[in-house]
T-cell receptor
Framework: DAKTTQPTSMDCAEGRAANLPCNHSTISGNEYVYWYRQIHSQGPQYIIHGLKNNETNEMASLIITEDRKSSTLILPHATLRDTAVYYCIVRASNNAGNMLTFGGGTRLMVKP | DAGVIQSPRHEVTEMGQEVTLRCKPISGHNSLFWYRQTMMRGLELLIYFNNNVPIDDSGMPEDRFSAKMPNASFSTLKIQPSEPRDSAVYFC????????????FGPGTRLLVL
């Protein structure tokens, strides 16, 4: 699975959009981009995933560039409860083991 | 659904003692994963099962660690003998199938080995 690069930390004002970038320049054609987050003292939580097209669900939006070398997770109206470590993970669709390789993630701090 | 259930939530033990961590996956899920999280190494996959069969245990640190899944609703991770460097948070996760992308994590077991 391809490696990802994320900023170590980011701040965001409560109520504003949080835009979390992820670089995955070595991504290959059959690899999906996944986002998980981990709130303090909890287990990781699935947020969203995508292959080529932009995706949106009740939690967030995922914007993937046309060349698929980077993506951005958008939390449209961040709240204090969105303070967490956000992990961007690339996983091949033929990864039969469904294994997830977590990197360092981005520590998002939402401030009042 | 209750989600993935882990017990105990916290465990404090002395070096050399046996430690057993337990996990109940979400009903109907066929894949189960054990992860370990430390400040130094982050979140690491230790082993995963599919249909109760261990598929990849390459992440298990050494022979002191063993995992079993006797049935679809129960798994254990055992450390014998435990060492201080085993102190970490151990997470169990399950997914619907091997190819299902969404893994659901339990709340974790915080282990401290003195």
């Amino acid at each position: 699975d391809a490696k990802t690069t994320q900023p170590t930390s980011m701040d965001c004002a409560e109520g504003r959009a949080a835009n979390l970038p992820c670089n995955h320049s070595t991504i290959s054609g059959n690899e999906y981009v996944y986002w998980y987050r981990q709130i303090h003292s909890q287990g990781p939580q699935y947020i969203i995933h995508g292959l080529k097209n932009n995706e949106t669900n009740e939690m967030a939006s995922l914007i993937i560039t046309e060349d698929r070398k980077s993506s951005t997770l958008i939390l449209p109206h961040a709240t204090l409860r969105d303070t967490a470590v956000y992990y961007c993970i690339v996983r091949a669709s033929n990864n039969a083991g469904n294994m997830l390789t977590f990197g360092g993630g981005t520590r998002l701090m939402v401030k009042p | 659904d209750a989600g993935v259930i882990q017990s105990p939530r916290h465990e404090v033990t002395e070096m050399g003692q046996e430690v057993t961590l337990r996990c109940k996956p979400i009903s109907g899920h066929n894949s189960l994963f054990w992860y370990r999280q430390t400040m130094m190494r982050g979140l690491e996959l230790l082993i995963y099962f599919n249909n109760n069969v261990p598929i990849d245990d390459s992440g298990m640190p050494e022979d002191r660690f063993s995992a079993k899944m006797p049935n679809a609703s129960f798994s254990t991770l055992k450390i014998q003998p435990s060492e201080p460097r085993d102190s970490a948070v151990y997470f169990c996760a399950s997914s619907l199938s091997r190819s299902q992308e969404t893994q659901y994590f339990g709340p974790g077991t915080r282990l401290l080995v003195l």
